[in-house]
């Protein structure tokens, strides 16, 4: 019987992606990984689209291929056989399993699957070669490709990663950057460089989504983390975790500190001056030395351009949504800039996502934004319609969204669907805010100049 009083409302158009997109796309940071759905055909099919249209890469992601007997049945043959046709068509080094809705509903036991494999394959002697497995429950009813991203890096980490004597990982640091971009990878990786870090990034998309383009077809892309850093990731130094909204005690940064005493730096995605100066000065700390003069300058000309664009953006209202932790560093850097975000939405629900919202903005809003956890375009429609937004700051998914109501859309995060180049968006560090800071000035300078009667030439 159903309960008129439930406050149940059904979803309309969510504001948040499949979970095991989020695993896969992890894995694809994986040298010579190959992600794995246990699951249907129109899952990998589906997320396959939406992350080619974004990356515009090649992304194969392999299949058990159920269908309707096996929701009755189980998937277990048929995850064995995929298993042994991934080996054999792709020559991987890895395999990342990820669950799908289905297997999870009829309850596949897929680590007990998984050690049964390798049982088989080892009473065969063919277990010589044998990829690493690493499976990752993520049933997308109950989280979003954000936890799924998280989770599979979490299993990365715990299935994996170890302290032999003989370490090659001792001096190392981990950096877990959480789901950026290539870019921001890139730019994390050099950063490290700068400082004279040895640094393992887990997961890095930089190259294994963002390649050159090459002569021949390669089955599993260049590029990844490579697996023996990863196994030698519990003798690092240090682990630095971005992410204010990691909310679980289970984190992989987490996990490396209280399995293998690795001393753990937990930090907020760094986007803006205030996020990007909190990782730098770990960095400092690590190295042992000041900011290396490029960043330094990078630092300045930010101060210089807040201040030069402040006139324009000032007590501008903006709209953002996206992942929580895009959100939360977005939210950090556009408070810093003088615009006021009035609204902040994720489709994820986390227990840290207000109090972090409320952390970075206390001290420098006169307000707290409206905070919409599990949100849902439709309810963010309504509420950005009476709030008056001057921009919105999210995905592509917000396009229509930004059309009705007429307001400039900067595309930030994933996916980015109708436009060129998203996959390279730099998000993080000064360059990173600099780069942001100049698109949402001149998206408010052009809407000022096409509403105007005259058509200011000079602004
Ligand atoms: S939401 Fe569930 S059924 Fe839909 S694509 Fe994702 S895993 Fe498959």
Do not use: W
């Not at 994986?30 to 249209?53: D, N, W």
């Not at 309504?382 to 307001?407: F, P």
């Amino acid at each position: 019987m159903s309960d008129c009083s439930s406050p149940y409302v059904s979803t309309t158009n969510a504001c948040k992606l499949c979970k095991p997109l989020g695993a896969c796309l992890a894995f694809r940071g994986v040298e010579g990984a190959v992600p794995f759905l246990h699951g249907s055909q129109g899952c990998a099919t589906y997320m396959r689209r939406y992350i080619i249209s974004h990356f515009r890469e090649p992304m194969d992601i392999a299949s058990s291929s159920l269908g309707e007997k096996h929701a009755v049945y189980g998937g277990e043959a048929n995850l064995k056989q995929g298993l042994m046709n991934v080996i054999q068509k792709f020559g991987p080094r890895l395999i990342g399993v990820a669950t799908t809705c289905l297997t999870e509903t009829i309850g596949d036991d897929v680590p007990m699957i998984m050690r049964a494999f390798r049982r088989e394959m080892s009473a065969g002697q063919a277990d010589e070669g044998l990829p690493i497995l690493v499976d990752v429950a993520t049933p997308s009813y109950s989280g979003t490709h954000t936890e799924g991203f998280h989770t599979a890096v979490l299993a990365l980490i715990d299935q994996m990663a170890s302290c032999s004597g003989s370490s090659s990982g001792r001096g190392k640091i981990n950096l877990l950057p959480g789901f950026v971009s290539p870019a921001d990878i890139r730019y994390f990786k050099e950063v490290c460089a700068d400082f004279g870090l040895p640094a393992v990034v887990l997961p890095d998309i930089s190259e294994t989504l963002d390649g050159p383009a090459l002569e021949d077809y390669q089955k599993i892309p260049q590029g990844g983390t490579l697996v023996a850093e990863i196994k030698d990731m519990g003798c690092s130094r240090q682990t630095i975790e971005l992410g204010r909204a990691l909310y679980r005690h289970s984190t992989a940064g987490r996990l490396l500190q209280d399995r293998f005493q690795v001393p753990l730096s937990s930090l907020g995605t760094p986007i803006g001056l205030r996020e990007t100066d909190a990782f730098f000065e770990v960095l400092k700390s690590l190295a042992g030395c000041e900011i290396p003069i490029k960043h330094a300058t990078e630092r300045g000309r930010l101060i210089d351009a807040y201040v030069d664009a402040h006139k324009y953006i000032f007590d501008k209202h903006a709209l953002i949504y996206g992942e929580e932790d895009l959100v939360i560093g977005l939210t950090s850097f556009l408070a810093e800039t003088g615009i006021r975000p009035v609204i902040c939405a994720t489709g994820g629900k986390t227990a840290r996502f207000r109090e972090a919202i409320e952390d970075v903005t206390r001290d420098i809003l006169p307000d707290l934004p409206a905070i919409r956890e599990g949100a849902d375009f439709f309810d963010i429609a309504e509420e950005a319609e009476a709030l008056s937004a001057d921009l919105i700051v999210g995905h592509s998914k917000g396009y229509h969204l930004a059309r009705r109501l007429n307001i400039p859309l900067i595309r930030v995060g994933f996916p980015i669907h109708d436009r060129f180049g998203g996959h390279r968006t730099l998000h993080v560090g000064y360059r990173g805010a600099q780069r942001l800071l100049d698109c949402m000035v001149n998206a408010v300078l052009e809407k000022k100049q096409e509403a105007s009667s005259v058509g200011y030439g000079y602004m």
